[in-house]
């Protein structure tokens, strides 16, 4: 019922918002007619040029476990919310398709999408989208180890195959880049001189000092960024199974935030896949128009009357899939909102993005700690 009135009220506000968005968004493609413009940061500058033969998996014997937080750097063209909430969702499919690549591989340990980075993982990989448009798609890629060093930092570029995004069911235009990605992480981590045992023990205190800093300082050594053991405790010590039970706690949140997203995300990534394929046609027209000398001005003229009719007719078919790709945006947005979790026989309700919920539900474990003064 609460899922019915979110959708019959939204649609009055989605058709007045999109008016706002596409207006913003059809000046955008006009702009398109201009040379392109050069990057405006360090990551952008040089980006890896994904073929499309990178389906290849790097050869790896590893059960280290990979957090991947993924987040969007994509300029809003409307400034509105709902532009953004759909960036921040584009954001977590394409995470999403990542992961899936890493669990495909079958040679890692536990893969997980977290809100935020963390140390429960010995491995986060941290994902920022720079570009997606259809045509082409641009993410900068960090890999950092427990112990503190990046492993890898660089930005991937992959193009749309001109077949890759014609019917919402083929396979992601984009899968290149994510194999890319899976294979450098493979071999950065085959180069590393730790073994998966200390890296584990490691993960496991820089957590617990986490939460309770004096009892565990003891444990570790820290020069500049990079993190050392020094020692471990005793599996049977009460503190070591108290941090343990409570980094279970962290774990169910993030693998129930994770089973809310599964369904809806599967569910919009057929629309986001129809979208990719608008977006796609209309910015080759006009590529195609500007590779024959038609300038924004030409296209604005009276004579160009016919030119502004195929216009209309791309950017319609644009709009309707990305009208149905915002709802669904929208109904993800407001159903995970919030998040209920039970944590020693107490109910904790947890409301707001999924960061705000993800910072809450710390705070909830390190209070514990706290309040049973166990260090």
């Known amino acids: 019922m609460h899922h019915a009135l979110i959708k019959n009220r ?56 990979i957090g991947i937080t993924i987040s969007s750097d994509i300029p809003l063209q ?31 340990g536990v893969v997980r999408l977290y809100p935020q980075p963390s140390l429960i993982p010995q491995l986060m990989l941290d994902m920022v989208v720079l570009q997606s448009d259809g045509r082409q798609l641009r993410v900068h890629a960090m890999l950092t180890g427990v112990h503190g060093d990046t492993l890898l930092s660089d930005t991937y570029l992959d193009y749309a195959s001109s077949e890759g995004v014609l019917t919402a069911d083929n396979e992601d235009p984009f899968t290149d880049l994510f194999h890319r990605i899976h294979n450098d992480v493979a071999t950065k981590v085959s180069l590393m001189p730790e073994s998966e045992d200390y890296l584990r023990q490691l993960s496991f205190l820089r957590y617990a000092q986490q939460l309770a800093p004096q009892a565990f300082e003891a444990y570790l050594s820290r020069e500049g960024e990079s993190w050392h053991l020094l020692r471990a405790p005793a599996e049977q010590d009460p503190m070591y199974q108290r941090i343990s ?26 629309a986001y896949r129809l979208w990719l394929r608008a977006s796609k046609e209309q910015l080759d027209w006009l590529e195609k128009r500007r590779a024959r000398g038609v300038n924004a001005e030409g296209l604005a003229d009276d004579s160009a009357f016919a030119r502004h009719q195929a216009v209309y007719a791309a950017y319609r078919s644009l709009k309707i899939h990305e009208q149905e790709l915002f709802e669904l945006v929208l109904d993800l947005e407001s159903e995970s909102r919030s998040t209920a979790l039970e944590i020693e026989e107490t ?29």
């Open 10 to 65: 939204s649609i009055h506000q989605i058709n007045g918002q999109l008016l706002i968005l596409f207006a913003a968004f059809s000046s955008s493609l006009t702009n398109a007619f201009a040379a392109p413009q050069s990057p405006d940061s360090e990551r952008e500058k040089s980006a890896i040029l994904v073929a499309s033969s990178e389906r290849g998996v790097v050869t790896l014997t590893s059960d280290l476990d």
């Open 78 to 108: 409307s400034g509105t919310a709902m532009e953004g909430a759909f960036r921040e969702t584009e954001a977590q499919l394409l995470g999403a398709k990542q992961r899936r690549v890493f669990e495909n591989a079958g040679q890692w």
């Open 245 to 270: 039970k409570l980094r279970e706690y962290e774990l169910l949140f993030v693998d129930t935030i994770d089973e809310q997203l599964t369904s809806a995300l599967r569910e919009i990534d057929t």
């Open 347 to 375: 109910v904790v309700t947890l409301e707001g993005t999924l960061e705000q919920q993800y910072r809450e539900w710390r705070e909830a474990l390190a209070k514990i700690m706290m309040l049973e003064n166990v260090f």
